[in-house]
């Protein structure tokens, strides 16, 4: 039997992960999709509860499932915990102790929100861009990190960009994947121009591709000018690979060009094993936890429920039903069904159980028993 770890958080997250066990119960019901669902605590409850952003038995569980859905982590009330046990802090234990190297963030404009974007229409509309950020190396991870007094009344904050080989052929390797299945076009993405390690990158992401995905047409751009194409003409890309730091910030642009925050979903993938085993995986929505309507029943939970389609599709490889989810989602929104961060007028205002609601009626429409 198939095994997801829940993790709802902090903010929203409780609220909005909700409506996907809904949804999973949907597949179980009409679709035969088995699961044992568990969950348990990160981010600032879990701080609140255990004195560390994650416990070392949440960890063990998140280990033995197919797939950890979490919602979303942090808030003001933990603005000033120890910066070890702050609530980001359990979710890079997620990714680093996993080995989540791989985070597929698409950026998908729905037609019925091209609206919503601060880009005029014809720039967003359609837009499907596949961003593959580097999670587990870089600056977020490298060693020497910290903070020294220098004894002169000065301190010195110290971060380290490092990247070996074998980190930037897998992600190399997942993003050349991705294209092949896609458009057939990868844009790389770094500062070779400052950095060793960009030259490094550019010149491994050359070499895995021209050896292995020689279809691909590839493109190197320098991550400033990336930041700059994105919002000037976005559809220019297919897939894109960077490291940890600048995919953080590339993907937050790509992420409000298509004017809904609150739709879309990620994927964190592990290696696979080698035994055969499924690659860890963690599914969550690109949003935070937003403190600032938490409880309220006005969140969005659409990102949620799509990064539960992602896992159909890339941990539990039912590719029939992410497409099922999916059109449910876009059924729902041609409807004019809309939670507050994407209202437009003369829409049909619902809150979070009410988007719940129209996803498993369209679900009920489209597909029970197909
Ligand atoms: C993200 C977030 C995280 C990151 C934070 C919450 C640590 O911004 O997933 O993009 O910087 O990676
Ligand atoms: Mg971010």
């Known amino acids: ?18 409506e996907v066990r809904r949804v999973i119960d949907w597949f179980g019901t009409n679709r035969g999709f088995q699961v044992t669902l568990d969950e348990d605590l990160v981010g600032g409850c879990a701080y609140d509860a255990h004195g560390a952003a994650i416990s070392d038995a949440a960890m063990q569980k998140a280990h033995d499932a197919d797939a950890v859905l979490l919602g979303a982590v942090g808030g003001p009330q933990w603005d000033n915990v120890a910066y070890e046990a ?5 979710l890079l234990r997620l990714r680093a102790d996993l080995q989540l190297f791989a985070n ?19 720039l967003v509309e359609g837009l499907d861009i596949m961003i593959v950020r580097e999670l587990t190396g870089g600056v977020y991870f490298g060693e020497p990190r ?17 990247y070996e080989t074998y980190e930037i052929e897998r992600i190399a390797r997942v993003a050349g994947d991705l294209a092949m299945k896609r458009g057939k076009r990868l844009a790389s993405s770094e500062k070779r121009n400052v950095m060793e390690s960009g030259l490094l990158w550019n010149e491994e992401v050359t070499r895995v591709i021209s050896d292995e995905f020689p279809e691909l047409e590839l493109e190197h751009v320098l991550a400033d000018n990336c930041a700059m194409q994105l919002v000037r003409n976005p559809k ?8 940890n730091l600048f995919g953080d910030i590339l993907s ?15 994927a964190s993938l592990g290696a696979p094993d080698g035994d ?34 992602m896992a159909l599709r890339y941990t539990f490889e039912r590719g029939d039903d992410a497409d099922l989810l999916e ?13 507050g961060d994407i209202m437009q007028a003369d829409m049909q205002a619902v809150g979070t159980s009410g988007m719940g609601d129209a996803v498993l009626a369209a679900l009920d429409e489209l597909g029970a028993g197909a």
């Open 276 to 309: 055969g085993a499924r690659s860890k995986a963690l599914y969550e929505p690109v949003h935070g936890s937003a403190p600032d309507i938490a409880g309220q029943g006005k969140a969005n939970p659409i990102a949620s429920i799509m990064s539960l389609a």
């Open 104 to 122: 597929l963030r698409p950026a998908i404009c729905f037609a019925a929100l091209a609206d919503a974007s601060s880009l005029k229409r014809e």
């Open 86 to 90: 702050r609530p980001e802090a359990g």
């Open 252 to 266: 937050d642009i790509a992420a409000m060009l298509t004017g809904s925050l609150g739709m879309l979903p990620s």
């Open 146 to 162: 910290g903070i020294e007094e220098l004894g002169n009344g000065q301190r010195r904050g110290v971060n380290t960009q490092v």
């Open 1 to 18: 039997m198939e095994k997801i770890l829940i993790l709802p958080g902090d903010g929203i997250g409780p609220e909005v992960m909700g």
């Open 236 to 243: 220019q890309y297919d897939v894109l690979v960077t490291d």
């Open 327 to 339: 059109n449910a989602v876009t059924a729902v929104l041609d409807k004019g069904i809309r939670t």
